[in-house]
């Protein structure tokens, strides 16, 4: 669940479509929920990339409108919620 730039509440079900720990990558494919009310698919990548100090989270979107004028999906706020789990959970000692 996430607020989206809007400010409208929505929720999303997701499914797991692949793993890459060696490349960081992760894959998921929503299967339910808002994102499908506007979209006929709806895919998001996200890859960490370490650098020297810290990593880079490279957050894409595959999407299909079901129209031409359903608008670009306001997706930012949720992007950050994800990247900040990710950063908590990277920045963690797993020792």
Not at 11 to 16: I, L, Q, Y
Not at 55 to 78: A, M, Y
């Amino acid at each position: 669940m996430w607020t989206r730039t809007d400010g409208k509440v929505c929720v999303s079900k997701e499914v797991v479509e692949g793993i890459d720990k060696e490349n960081k990558k992760l894959s998921l494919r929503a299967i339910e929920g808002d994102l499908l009310k506007d979209h006929k698919s709806f895919k998001t990548n996200v890859q960490v990339i370490p650098k020297e100090k810290g990593s880079v989270v490279q957050w894409r979107e595959e999407f299909e409108k079901r129209g031409n004028h359903i608008p670009d999906p306001t997706t930012l706020p949720l992007a950050i919620h994800v990247i900040n789990k990710i950063d908590s959970y990277l920045t963690q000692d797993h020792n």
